[in-house]
């Protein structure tokens, strides 16, 4: 029946995109960040190809749901789910390796990324431009919280400043983040390493502050 | 013609939408990041409403141009860019109040945050439910850059830490975000100032650095 053959279309180009994915997002001569942005490197390249005209199969099928059989539904969001887990994975290999902040919620972030795709290949095509898929791709990345554990490997914070602190009381330090460092560095350094912990939660919970009423 | 009452229909909608929008984004008694936050709000029990059936004639229209005549592109893209332009205005706004950072490029946050609301008005639509829409929107705001001038305003940084910057020179302060404060403080919280500014930058930097090859 139609109906059969359009899950097995949705089966077979949902297997296609996930190799395709895989194969930039398990990449190892790139970092896990770096993985992702060849992925959105390629995709635009395949865009650009086809003058902006085509998109993705399964964004495409989501948006005709209206006048497709249900059954389409559960496998066209199964397809999305597919696609989030493999993000979300290399996003975790991102905390890992100190890319991103422990506390993200890789999944979440992940759905973000398919959520805000999807958004930026529809505008490319209706602008004919790659426009679209750069300023999202640049802004999602950009929004990403840093690891605190990159920042303090940053040279510029570890030989240009040297921050003693004067309060009675010297600012905890995280453990996740300090206790490798504890056997290297000594008091001072540790205390600066703790303030720019306590700055990074302060800038996270701002954030939020400023749009919750 | 039917392309010039299609024309007619763009034009209409665009109108429409943008003073539900102009109610929201000029809404005095709001912060500007809570009424793009008020904003969503509105739009998403609007979905909730139809259980998330409907969408957006302007995204709906994009996604079909293919099928439709060429004049249609233009309008659509125009209506995209009004919009824009009204939730940039905001944007300015909101660095204005000091709840957002000054260096933020607000058409291209705007052009991101109408990108990603399609892609996540699309998700839901497939999805039947409003996770699209609370995932994209809650993480849009988490990712915008706060304001320095903000930061400080927060009482944990004024009444808690206290830092004196031990190096030989001190940390250069922005002008945009101490000149204000140089009146009421003291050298060594002018430092702290100073000090804070430059960890916000390198934070901003790092997140760049960490997914350019």
């Given at each position: 029946s139609k109906e059969a053959f359009g899950l097995a279309l949705i089966d077979g180009y949902g297997e296609f995109f996930?190799?395709?994915l895989d194969r930039h997002l398990r990449n190892p001569a790139l970092s896990p960040l770096?993985?992702?942005h060849a992925f959105v490197q390629d995709?635009?390249?395949g865009m650009?190809?086809?003058a902006y005209r085509r998109g993705c199969l399964i964004g495409n099928l989501g948006q005709e749901m209206a006048a497709l059989p249900e059954s389409f539904r559960t496998r066209l969001i199964a397809t999305f789910e597919d696609w989030q887990r493999?993000?979300?994975e290399c996003l975790v290999e991102a905390q890992a390796s100190g890319q991103l902040a422990m506390d993200v919620d890789t999944q979440r972030v992940a759905a973000f990324f398919w959520i805000g795709w999807e958004g930026a290949v529809l505008h490319a095509k209706l602008e004919q431009g790659p426009a679209p898929l750069e300023t999202f791709a640049a802004l999602f990345f950009a929004g990403l919280p840093v690891s605190c554990g990159r920042a303090w490997a940053w040279p510029a914070i570890r030989s240009h400043e040297f921050i003693a602190v004067i309060t009675s009381?010297?600012?905890p330090t995280r453990p996740s983040c300090s206790r490798k460092r504890r056997r290297v560095v000594g008091a001072p350094?540790?205390?600066e390493v703790g303030f720019f912990v306590r700055i990074?939660?302060?800038l996270r919970g701002m954030r939020w502050s400023g749009v919750m009423p």
């Open positions: 996930a190799r395709k770096q993985r992702l995709a635009q390249s650009a190809r086809f493999r993000v979300a009381e010297v600012p350094v540790l205390a990074q939660k302060l």
